[in-house]
């Protein structure tokens, strides 16, 4: 089992920057990528970023480039999300998730609420 424990998050302005961190324990060594998803009200829950647990490979969503930094680090077993240029639509509950395989999302952490205010 992983276990994902999120902070940060909280209220900004629109245009302004936050920093979440996710604290990954347990089986990490089992763990394959590690991201952010994303969730806003009415909305289906969308992958923001994501990279591999080496650190070697980071992938963004279109709406987040140049905005969002992902990164990791590897004594720790943390990620971090950087978000930069806060916009309204960035708005949500934003989820740390892990794969522990290729083809699943199987490990998420509680959530944490990103409000930006315009």
């Known amino acids: 089992q992983v276990q994902l424990v999120e902070s940060g998050g909280g209220l900004v302005q629109a245009g302004g920057s936050l920093r979440l961190s996710c604290s990954a324990s347990g089986r990490t060594f089992d763990i394959y990528d590690i991201g952010w998803f994303r969730q806003a009200p009415g909305k289906e829950r969308e992958v923001v970023a994501a990279i591999t647990w080496s650190g070697g490979s980071t992938r963004y969503a279109d709406s987040v480039k140049g905005r969002f930094i992902i990164s990791r680090n590897d004594p720790k077993n943390t990620m971090d999300l950087q978000m930069n240029s806060l916009k309204p639509e960035d708005m949500a509950v934003y989820y740390c998730?892990?794969?522990?395989?290729?083809?699943?999302?199987?490990?998420w952490g509680q959530g944490s609420q990103v409000t930006v205010s315009s």
């Open positions: 998730a892990a794969k522990a395989s290729p083809a699943s999302w199987g490990y």
